[in-house]
Antibody
């Protein structure tokens, strides 16, 4: 079945970077966009960015520009999200989610199981 | 700056219908016909309920329906069940390869 499987929980100190992976299976990897969405404890969903796994064309929300990198490895059908210069406000569960075939498709399904990133000194 | 406003909480008794609103507060939201809706249980990833404004993916109960009017989209849950107790989020494409989520609505079944 179509699924996204993410890497495990991470703990980082303030100022460090974290890299989360999202492995896709069960569908044509380069056909659909991948989004990253995060959720701070007890709060709502926050859209972070989108990447085309085929050509790595990407876009991110303005608040993450300069800190967020998204890459794709077609050989392993894996998307990577790296967030740099972490602060306590980056402590959240990070989700990858498959979007549509078009860059402006507004649906996300399926979702990865989520990766908890803890930022603590 | 675009934003989507949802009520923080909505409640209803079993069997009733409830409606969750999602109001766009500024320009930039391309079209409310492209609103998607998600259901999320605690500790779980969201699940797509509605896309393209009113369409249900395969497998989603017909008890979930959506509509839009002007700058407000709405999700209606009919025949409310205990299993509908969850958080619900709307989402919109706002152009320039950007998306925004509403703040979320907690549904409580009384």
């Amino acid at each position: 079945q179509e699924q996204l499987v993410q890497s495990g929980a991470e703990v980082r100190k303030p100022g460090a970077s974290v890299k989360v992976s999202c492995r896709a299976s069960g569908y044509s990897f380069t056909t659909y966009y991948i989004h990253w969405v995060r959720q701070a404890p007890g709060l709502g969903l926050e859209w972070m960015g989108i990447i085309n796994p085929g050509d790595e064309n990407r876009s991110s929300a303005q608040k993450f520009q300069g800190r967020l990198s998204m890459t794709s490895d077609t050989s392993t059908t894996t998307i990577f999200m790296e967030l740099r210069n972490l602060t306590s406000e980056d402590m959240a569960v990070y989700f990858c989610a498959r979007g549509g075939r078009k860059s402006n498709s507004n649906w996300f399904e399926p979702w990865g199981q989520g990766t908890l990133v803890t930022v603590s000194s | 700056q675009s934003a989507l406003t949802q009520p923080a909480s909505v409640s209803g008794s079993p069997g009733q219908s409830i409606t969750i609103s999602c109001t766009g507060t500024s320009s930039g939201i391309e079209t409310y016909n492209l609103i998607s809706w998600y259901q999320q249980y605690p500790g779980k990833p969201p699940k797509l309920l509605i896309y393209d404004g009113t369409k249900r993916p395969s497998g989603v109960s017909r008890r979930f329906s959506a509509s839009n009017s002007g700058n407000t989209a709405s999700l209606t849950i009919s025949g409310l069940q205990a299993t509908d107790e969850a958080d619900y989020y709307c989402c919109s494409y706002v152009g320039s390869s950007n998306w925004i989520f509403g703040g979320g609505s907690k549904v409580t079944v009384l």
